[in-house]
């Protein structure tokens, strides 16, 4: 069985602050995982998504929050 964690990840998109909550086995995976989400949240492509999140400073904070499963 592997453990998935509880993860918060807050991102900056053009001022605008976006959260998702996302169970993922790594935060790097977290992030991916919201960057998704957020792309189809704001119609743009993850290409697009992902060039302006990396591309600045303090743009994207993940956080793990306490809760696990098993998978």
Known sequence: MTRKTLYRVDLNYYGEMF???????????????????????????LASVQDYIYDGNDRYLVRKESRTYLS
Do not use: P, Q, V
């Open 19 to 45: 959260t998702f909550y996302r169970y993922a086995y790594t935060e790097g995976n977290a992030l991916s995982l919201a960057l998704i989400d957020l792309a189809g949240k704001t119609c743009r492509t």
